[in-house]
């Protein structure tokens, strides 16, 4: 059973920076794929950033790129998720996912949030302008 926890959540100014976590636990060798994703009060989930590590290839939503960048720790199974030049509109609870043997994708399903089984409690983040 596989686990995942997001650590790195909180408050920051409108221009500032963040750095989020995900740690997976457990029986983590089948995990080829985690993401990021989010969802503001009253808004559907959306996805963000996610890691193929099949391929090494990285998914970026639109409004997130060149703001936000994910990394991954291959042996440990850990996602980050550096957010700089935050805006109020990315105030949201932040949602790790992953998935296990997933097979090739396209963007859409990347970021799409389906292909994901396994999900974590979430952190929030709120920017204040």
């Known amino acids: 059973q596989v686990q995942l926890m997001e650590i790195g959540g909180g408050s920051v100014q409108a221009g500032g920076s963040l750095r989020l976590s995900c740690v997976a636990s457990g029986h983590t060798d089948s995990i080829n794929l985690m993401g990021w994703f989010r969802q503001a009060p009253g808004k559907e989930r959306e996805g963000v950033a996610s890691?193929?590590?099949?391929?090494?290839?990285?998914y970026y939503a639109d409004h997130v790129k060149g703001r936000f960048t994910v990394s991954q720790d291959d042996s440990e199974k850990t996602l980050y998720l550096q957010m700089a030049s935050l805006e109020p509109e990315d105030t949201a609870m932040y949602y790790c996912?992953?998935?296990?043997?997933?097979?090739?994708?396209?963007?859409?399903?990347?970021?799409?949030?389906?292909?994901?089984?396994?999900w974590g409690q979430g952190t929030q983040v709120t920017v204040s302008s």
């Open positions: 996912a992953a998935e296990e043997r997933a097979p090739p994708m396209t963007r859409i399903q990347a970021l799409g949030g389906n292909l994901y089984r396994i």
């Open positions: 890691f193929y590590f099949t391929t090494g290839k990285t």
